[in-house]
C-alpha cells in the first residue's frame, strides 16, 4: 500500500484531517483500531465553537449540522442558587452549536465513503518507521495479515493512548500533566432539557452540568469521586444528585426518565510537546487532553486539523515547509490557552476532597465576581466562544 499522508487514527482529527486533505487532491489512508460500530457509540463532546462549525462547513460536511444542531447565545454559571447567564452574542457577537461529536464523525464518515478514501478497521500492532528519512512508513495487522503503508507524512490522531505519541523518543518530548482528584459521570436520556441553555453548576454537594443533544435528549453529568463505578450509579440516585446541584429554580423543570447510556470518564490536563518529530505530526488527543468543564476537547482537535491539513497540502504539493515546519509552534500557542481556560473553569467549579475553607470562599467570590462584572463575562465567553485560529 502506498499512500501521501498515513493517518493513524479515525476519530474525529483523523477524519476531519483527511477529508480536507482528500478535498485538495491529496492522498490518505486511515488506521483505525476499533470497528466503525464502536468509534459511533462513543459518547463524548457536544458543543462546537464557531471555529470549528466552519471548519466542518468547509470539508463539505456542514449540511445535516446546519440542519439538526442548535446555536447557542449563552449559557449559566452557577454557585448554589446563585445563577450567572454569560451571554455569548453579546459579550463577543459570537455563539457555539450544540451538535455530538457521534454526529460529526458518522457525518465525516460518510463523506469520506463518499470520496472513496480507504479506511481500515480492526488495525492492530501499527508500528510507524523512518520517520528521519524521505519516506516512511508504517507496519500493521489487518485481517490476520502484517501489511505495510508507505506514506510522505504521518499524522498520528490515535488518542491519548496511541502509538503516535510513544513514536517519539522519550528525549525528544516534554510532558506536562495535572490529575484531578475526581471524575465525571454522564448520562443520555430520552427527556427534554431541563433549560434551554447550558447550566454548569457549583454547588455544595458537587458540581453538575446540564447539557443537551436535541428537544428530547439530554447529557447531564454529575462530578463522582475516582474510586466510583457505574454500578455504584443507579439512575434514581444520579437524578437524586442531579437535582440536588443545580439551583432549584431549574430542578422544578427537571423531568426524569430511564438513562441510555451511564459512563465516567476521569478528569486530567495533558500536554506532550512538540507536536512534530520527523514527518510525523501529532494532532487531538494524542498530544494533549483538557478536563471537560470548558468543552475544549474536540475543538482543540478540530484546530490543531486547521493549522495542519494547509501546511500538508503545501508539503506534498511542493509548495514548500514553511506551514509544518510551524505547525508545531502555532498550535501549541492556542492549545495552552485552552489548557488554562479548561484548568481555570475546573477550578471554579469543582469541590475538591478535603479542601479547606478558604478555597471554597475563593470558588465563591470567582462566581460572584463573574455576577457583577462584564469584563469578567466577557473574559469568560471569549474563552468559551473559541480562540481565534
Ligand atoms: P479520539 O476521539 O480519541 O480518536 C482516536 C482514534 O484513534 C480512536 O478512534 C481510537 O480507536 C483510535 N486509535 C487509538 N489507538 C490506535 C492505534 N494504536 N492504532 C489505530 N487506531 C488507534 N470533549 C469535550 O469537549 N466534551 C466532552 O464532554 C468530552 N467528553 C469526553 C469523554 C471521554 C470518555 C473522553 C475520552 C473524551 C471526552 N472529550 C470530551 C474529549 C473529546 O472527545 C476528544 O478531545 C476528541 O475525541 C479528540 O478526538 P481525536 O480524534 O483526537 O481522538
Ligand atoms: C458537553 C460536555 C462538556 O464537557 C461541556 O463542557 C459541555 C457539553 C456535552 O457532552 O454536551
Known amino acids: 500500500l ?13 477524519l476531519l484531517l483527511s477529508q480536507l486533505l482528500n478535498s485538495a487532491g491529496v492522498e490518505t489512508v486511515i488506521l483505525e483500531r476499533s470497528t466503525r460500530e464502536h ?5 463524548r463532546a457536544g458543543i462546537l465553537e464557531w471555529g470549528t462549525v466552519e471548519l466542518l462547513r468547509e470539508a463539505g460536511v456542514g449540511a445535516r449540522m446546519d440542519g439538526e444542531g442548535i446555536p447557542h447565545d449563552g449559557c449559566y454559571m452557577t454557585d448554589d442558587e446563585l445563577m450567572v447567564h454569560i451571554d455569548f452574542k453579546e459579550l463577543t457577537g459570537k455563539r457555539v452549536m450544540v451538535y455530538g ?3 460529526v464523525t458518522r457525518d465525516l464518515y460518510q463523506a469520506q465513503d463518499a470520496a472513496g478514501t480507504t479506511v481500515l478497521h480492526g488495525v492492530s500492532d501499527v508500528e510507524i518507521h523512518d520517520l528521519d528519512q524521505t519516506k516512511s512508513y508504517v507496519e500493521f495487522t489487518h485481517e490476520g495479515a502484517r501489511k505495510r503503508l508507505e506514506c510522505l507524512y504521518v499524522a498520528g490522531c490515535d488518542g491519548f493512548h496511541g502509538v503516535s505519541r510513544k513514536t517519539i523518543p522519550a528525549e525528544k518530548r516534554r510532558e506536562f500533566e495535572r490529575v484531578y482528584p475526581f471524575g465525571w459521570l454522564g448520562i443520555l436520556s430520552e427527556t427534554p432539557p431541563v433549560n434551554d441553555e447550558l447550566i454548569y453548576s457549583n454547588s455544595r454537594h458537587g458540581f453538575a452540568l446540564a447539557s443537551m443533544r436535541n428537544a428530547n435528549l439530554v447529557r447531564y453529568y454529575v462530578q463522582v469521586p475516582l474510586s466510583d463505578t457505574v454500578e455504584d450509579w443507579s439512575d434514581q440516585r444520579f437524578w437524586d444528585a442531579f437535582s440536588r446541584r443545580i439551583p432549584s429554580e431549574a430542578a422544578a423543570h427537571l423531568v426524569t426518565g430511564p438513562s441510555i447510556e451511564k459512563s465516567i470518564a476521569p478528569l486530567r490536563s495533558f500536554v506532550s510537546e512538540p507536536l512534530r518529530w520527523g514527518n510525523l505530526f501529532l494532532v487531538g488527543d494524542s498530544a494533549h487532553i483538557v478536563p471537560p468543564t470548558g468543552a475544549k476537547g474536540l475543538n482543540l ?18 509548495a514548500g515547509t514553511t506551514g509544518i515546519d510551524a505547525y508545531s509552534t502555532r498550535a501549541l500557542a492556542r492549545i495552552w490557552k485552552a489548557m488554562r481556560f479548561s484548568w481555570q473553569m475546573t477550578t471554579m467549579m469543582h469541590r475538591f476532597d478535603g479542601e479547606d475553607a478558604f478555597a471554597e470562599q475563593m470558588r465563591k467570590a470567582t462566581l460572584a465576581h463573574l455576577a457583577t462584572s462584564e469584563a469578567a463575562r466577557r473574559d469568560l465567553a471569549e474563552n468559551y466562544i473559541g480562540l481565534p485560529f
Open 2 to 14: 502506498t499512500t501521501q499522508v498515513a493517518i493513524i487514527g479515525g476519530g474525529p482529527s483523523g
Open 301 to 318: 482537535a478540530a484546530s490543531d486539523v486547521y493549522y495542519l491539513y494547509s501546511a500538508l497540502i503545501d508539503a506534498v504539493k511542493g
Open 101 to 103: 461529536q457521534t454526529e
Open 39 to 43: 468509534v459511533l457509540s462513543r459518547i
